[in-house]
């Protein structure tokens, strides 16, 4: 397999437009990352699009006006992990010799076409769907079942949304950028207990992409890039029989898998964009990623581990929870993030001298699955 | 899924009768499984084989009450059903999880308590009549 490396990246800023369809939105984070990269678009050999709620073909609707028709488009719905899975098949498509440079793209707008007030739900076809879940109550369980079992408390998980806004107020691409205290998170309505509002992650519209290429094609350009050295992508376990949900198998195994491939572990890795959908998500990961030992996450957090000038920055952007969520898009806006830091050019939030890079994502309401797909990248500069 | 339920009749439909038997001689509710001879695992909801072994799956009766694994009390929910609502993960002696809407006081609720089937309304229409009947938890008194 060859080395794959990223040349080029660009996104919009995340956050409500419901006037901009996620094809125009697509289009504008295309050309940031071909610019970015320096390369003729004609140079683009296959390009791979993450959507969830667009419909058919929304790929073609991206490049068409572009200029970039005629090369291989594919279209990928894979839930939360949708941009990731782009970028997974981008991966693919370098390291086995297939082209030799390719883009992958997110874009989603969400705000067009749905009502707030409500939210986000399984399919009305799915049994729990049917039943009246929905995705805040799904982690909510999560969340209820970690407290018993390890004592975190409310502030504990309140922690978390107190410091990806830390992050984001630095991020002029987040969504939101105001800073919130403890006190805050807590008064604000409550959603699917233990959640208040500022523990679940907005809605928003945005678009991502980069530009990916061999080893051979970024020497060619002169270019530096900054190198792939893991590419995972998993999907769930159905399982109906009892299980701890404070352990979230998938992300397990597919981060163990990613550790393997780049042939490292959580001490090397300076930064992570995890998927902090709610609160105890981070929490959660900062365990199964294995960044500290199961019930320590409360710690974890308070030590200053987790945030700029700390060890092993989650979430600096502002994670899920301030940037929001376009479903399609987040995958690939984490990628983006990745490569700013590790080329030094995230501004204000920029994390010293980062050096490795880790984004995961984990998402898809099936019932019987932890969830419907799972990826994990590794980057290093 | 098979048999899905439309929700334009005037009567609530019952959701669903391949998971869940309410005896017309006024016995207990109860849900149902699908076991599987070969490996012994139970699943739910009905499936023809076994996800592992691919042997056909013969159904069983499911205990009538387990232990609440993990809720939530939802404050913003789906559309049709009046919120705060509480949810859960029921967890049965025959090593199987079920979701549900769960039919307890919210102050009552308790991780590991103990809870029993029974039939409730789970969804209503715009004007707050019941539009859909299954399965939901209680406490076991």
Same mark, same amino acid.
């Given at each position: 397999m060859r080395e794959v490396y990223v040349v080029g990246v660009g996104m919009t800023p995340f956050g409500k437009f419901p006037d901009r369809p996620y094809y125009d939105l697509g289009k504008e984070a295309v050309v940031k990352a071909v610019k970015d990269a320096n390369v003729d678009k004609r140079e683009i050999q296959a390009g791979y699009v993450g959507n969830v709620k667009a419909g058919m073909a929304p790929g073609q609707k991206v490049f068409k006006t572009l200029g970039m028709t005629g090369m291989q488009i594919v279209n990928v719905e894979n839930a939360c992990s949708s941009g990731q899975t782009a970028l997974n098949l981008a991966y693919s498509a370098i390291a086995s010799g297939q082209y030799d440079m390719v883009m992958a793209v997110g874009c989603e707008n969400l705000t067009g076409g749905r009502t707030s007030g409500e939210a986000l739900a399984p399919d009305q076809d799915d049994i729990e769907g049917i039943l009246g879940n929905v995705m805040p109550a799904i982690y909510g369980m999560r969340a209820k079942k970690y407290m018993e079992q390890y004592g975190a408390t409310p502030e504990d998980l309140a922690l978390v949304a107190v410091k990806n806004h830390k992050h984001s107020s630095l991020n002029p691409y987040a969504q939101f950028r105001n800073l919130v205290t403890i006190e805050e998170v807590l008064a604000s309505r409550m959603v699917a207990e233990p959640f208040t509002l500022l523990q679940c992650c907005p809605i928003a519209d945005g678009a991502a992409a980069a530009v990916v290429c061999s080893k051979e094609k970024m020497l060619q350009l002169g270019a530096k890039g900054v190198k792939i050295d893991a590419s995972i992508l998993v999907s769930g376990l159905f399982k109906n029989q009892p299980s701890d949900?404070?352990?979230?198998e998938i992300t397990q195994r597919a981060s163990r898998l990613a550790y393997e491939m780049a042939g490292m572990g959580p001490v090397d890795i300076n930064m992570v964009e995890c998927?902090?959908?709610?609160t105890i998500a981070e929490f959660l990961y900062y365990e199964t990623l294995g960044f500290c030992e199961k019930g320590e996450a409360a710690s974890f957090i308070r030590s200053g581990a987790a945030e700029l000038g700390g060890k092993h920055v989650f979430s600096v952007r502002g994670g899920l929870l301030c940037m929001g969520h376009p479903l399609g898009a987040t995958g690939v806006a984490q990628t983006v993030e990745a490569v700013w830091q590790l080329r030094g050019q995230a501004g204000d939030r920029q994390i010293p001298g980062a050096k490795t890079a880790m984004i995961h994502i984990t998402g898809g309401g099936v019932s019987g699955m932890d969830n419907a797909a799972c990826g994990v990248h590794i980057f290093t500069v | 899924m098979s048999g899905q339920p439309t929700i334009d009749t005037n009567e609530p439909v019952f959701f669903h009768p391949d998971l869940f038997v309410v005896p017309t001689n006024g016995e207990a509710p109860y849900l149902l499984g699908y076991k599987c001879e070969d490996c012994g695992k139970v699943w739910f909801p009905k499936l023809e084989i076994c996800p592992e072994c691919w042997t056909d799956l013969k159904q069983i009766t499911l205990s009538r009450s387990g232990k609440l694994y993990s809720y939530s009390i939802i404050?913003? $929910?789906?559309? $049709?059903i009046k919120s705060p609502y509480a949810v859960g993960y029921v967890d049965f002696p025959e090593e199987v999880r079920i979701y549900a809407q769960l039919a307890i006081p919210h102050e009552k609720l308790k991780l590991g308590m103990d809870v029993e089937v029974i039939e409730g309304v789970v969804r209503l229409d715009k004007?707050?009549?019941?539009v859909m009947l299954s399965y939901m938890f209680k406490a076991v008194e």
């Amino acid at each position: 397999m060859r080395e794959v490396y990223v040349v080029g990246v660009g996104m919009t800023p995340f956050g409500k437009f419901p006037d901009r369809p996620y094809y125009d939105l697509g289009k504008e984070a295309v050309v940031k990352a071909v610019k970015d990269a320096n390369v003729d678009k004609r140079e683009i050999q296959a390009g791979y699009v993450g959507n969830v709620k667009a419909g058919m073909a929304p790929g073609q609707k991206v490049f068409k006006t572009l200029g970039m028709t005629g090369m291989q488009i594919v279209n990928v719905e894979n839930a939360c992990s949708s941009g990731q899975t782009a970028l997974n098949l981008a991966y693919s498509a370098i390291a086995s010799g297939q082209y030799d440079m390719v883009m992958a793209v997110g874009c989603e707008n969400l705000t067009g076409g749905r009502t707030s007030g409500e939210a986000l739900a399984p399919d009305q076809d799915d049994i729990e769907g049917i039943l009246g879940n929905v995705m805040p109550a799904i982690y909510g369980m999560r969340a209820k079942k970690y407290m018993e079992q390890y004592g975190a408390t409310p502030e504990d998980l309140a922690l978390v949304a107190v410091k990806n806004h830390k992050h984001s107020s630095l991020n002029p691409y987040a969504q939101f950028r105001n800073l919130v205290t403890i006190e805050e998170v807590l008064a604000s309505r409550m959603v699917a207990e233990p959640f208040t509002l500022l523990q679940c992650c907005p809605i928003a519209d945005g678009a991502a992409a980069a530009v990916v290429c061999s080893k051979e094609k970024m020497l060619q350009l002169g270019a530096k890039g900054v190198k792939i050295d893991a590419s995972i992508l998993v999907s769930g376990l159905f399982k109906n029989q009892p299980s701890d949900l404070t352990v979230p198998e998938i992300t397990q195994r597919a981060s163990r898998l990613a550790y393997e491939m780049a042939g490292m572990g959580p001490v090397d890795i300076n930064m992570v964009e995890c998927h902090d959908a709610f609160t105890i998500a981070e929490f959660l990961y900062y365990e199964t990623l294995g960044f500290c030992e199961k019930g320590e996450a409360a710690s974890f957090i308070r030590s200053g581990a987790a945030e700029l000038g700390g060890k092993h920055v989650f979430s600096v952007r502002g994670g899920l929870l301030c940037m929001g969520h376009p479903l399609g898009a987040t995958g690939v806006a984490q990628t983006v993030e990745a490569v700013w830091q590790l080329r030094g050019q995230a501004g204000d939030r920029q994390i010293p001298g980062a050096k490795t890079a880790m984004i995961h994502i984990t998402g898809g309401g099936v019932s019987g699955m932890d969830n419907a797909a799972c990826g994990v990248h590794i980057f290093t500069v | 899924m098979s048999g899905q339920p439309t929700i334009d009749t005037n009567e609530p439909v019952f959701f669903h009768p391949d998971l869940f038997v309410v005896p017309t001689n006024g016995e207990a509710p109860y849900l149902l499984g699908y076991k599987c001879e070969d490996c012994g695992k139970v699943w739910f909801p009905k499936l023809e084989i076994c996800p592992e072994c691919w042997t056909d799956l013969k159904q069983i009766t499911l205990s009538r009450s387990g232990k609440l694994y993990s809720y939530s009390i939802i404050h913003i $929910g789906q559309r $049709g059903i009046k919120s705060p609502y509480a949810v859960g993960y029921v967890d049965f002696p025959e090593e199987v999880r079920i979701y549900a809407q769960l039919a307890i006081p919210h102050e009552k609720l308790k991780l590991g308590m103990d809870v029993e089937v029974i039939e409730g309304v789970v969804r209503l229409d715009k004007n707050s009549n019941p539009v859909m009947l299954s399965y939901m938890f209680k406490a076991v008194e």
